[in-house]
């Protein structure tokens, strides 16, 4: 699945279109789940991108409560701390109608998170093959904590690996946990969004190149990309 087969261009005249749209894709997807089971699974991505969508889909009227919300990575951080992703999945998406959810973590600080893995594997797999999974890109073809060139990221990509890698990418002031392309791959919807030119024209860059220098390629088979300047 890491080629780019069935990969769906969205594009937007601007940012604010872009967060309500995508915004209510996902309620609409998130209802139909929910009519076809009893938890749905919800992975979505930190950073500044996605929380204008976030502040749009919280006062979505729907079973918050049957919703199970994770990152699809996480800095291995307080979860109090400004650069959690957690932090922002509470206070942008766990809020009004949405505060109803239940937030899955994926961090243990302080504890080592080689030792934490199993535990907080143990938390995510009943929810897998996960529903819906958004996600983003940095300008350097990284998504979820899948960057290029960091220790260990051919284990990540691996069809055989598991839910969970520990990632130590040079470029990062912290260690990062995140989910492994196999599990994104698995997702029965996914959504990248992207802004800006850089990152389109990195997207463009990305489907030529390895999956080692570009990760993100990992992802595209069937993914709906949402793309705005």
Same mark, same amino acid.
């Given at each position: 699945?890491?080629?780019?087969?069935?990969?769906?261009?969205?594009?937007?005249?601007?940012?604010?279109?872009?967060?309500?749209?995508?915004?209510?894709?996902?309620?609409?997807?998130?209802?139909?789940?929910?009519? &076809?089971?009893?938890?749905?699974?919800?992975?979505?991505?930190?950073?500044?991108?996605?929380?204008?969508?976030?502040?749009?889909?919280?006062?979505?009227?729907?079973?918050?409560?049957?919703?199970?919300?994770?990152?699809?990575?996480?800095?291995?951080? @307080?979860?109090?701390?400004?650069?959690?992703?957690?932090?922002?999945?509470?206070?942008?998406?766990?809020?009004?109608?949405?505060?109803?959810?239940?937030?899955?973590?994926?961090?243990?600080?302080? &504890?080592?998170?080689?030792?934490?893995?199993?535990?907080?594997?143990?938390?995510?797999?009943?929810?897998?093959?996960?529903?819906?999974?958004?996600?983003?890109?940095?300008?350097?073809?990284?998504?979820?904590?899948?960057?290029?060139?960091? @220790?260990?990221?051919?284990?990540?990509?691996? @069809?055989?690996?598991?839910?969970?890698?520990?990632?130590?990418?040079?470029?990062?002031?912290?260690?990062?946990?995140?989910?492994?392309?196999?599990?994104?791959?698995?997702?029965?919807?996914?959504?990248?969004?992207?802004?800006?030119?850089?990152?389109?024209?990195?997207?463009?860059?990305?489907?030529?190149?390895?999956?080692?220098?570009?990760?993100?390629?990992?992802?595209?088979?069937?993914?709906?990309?949402?793309?705005?300047?």
């Amino acid at each position: 699945m890491a080629g780019d087969q069935s990969v769906t261009l969205e594009t937007y005249p601007d940012r604010e279109i872009l967060a309500m749209d995508v915004a209510d894709k996902l309620a609409s997807e998130l209802r139909a789940a929910l009519a &076809q089971k009893d938890v749905v699974s919800l992975a979505v991505a930190g950073g500044t991108t996605p929380g204008p969508i976030f502040d749009v889909l919280c006062d979505v009227d729907l079973d918050w409560d049957r919703v199970r919300v994770l990152p699809t990575d996480e800095r291995w951080v @307080p979860e109090d701390d400004p650069r959690s992703n957690a932090k922002l999945i509470r206070e942008r998406l766990l809020t009004g109608r949405a505060a109803a959810a239940v937030q899955v973590p994926m961090a243990a600080a302080p &504890q080592d998170p080689d030792t934490a893995l199993a535990e907080l594997e143990s938390r995510i797999a009943p929810l897998l093959p996960l529903d819906i999974v958004v996600l983003g890109m940095g300008a350097d073809m990284h998504t979820a904590s899948l960057f290029p060139g960091t @220790p260990g990221l051919a284990d990540a990509l691996a @069809p055989n690996a598991p839910v969970l890698a520990v990632l130590r990418p040079e470029s990062q002031p912290e260690v990062r946990v995140s989910l492994t392309a196999r599990v994104l791959q698995d997702a029965m919807r996914t959504h990248l969004v992207i802004t800006g030119a850089d990152k389109r024209e990195a997207l463009d860059r990305a489907r030529q190149l390895p999956l080692e220098e570009a990760p993100v390629r990992a992802i595209l088979g069937g993914t709906t990309i949402h793309w705005a300047e």
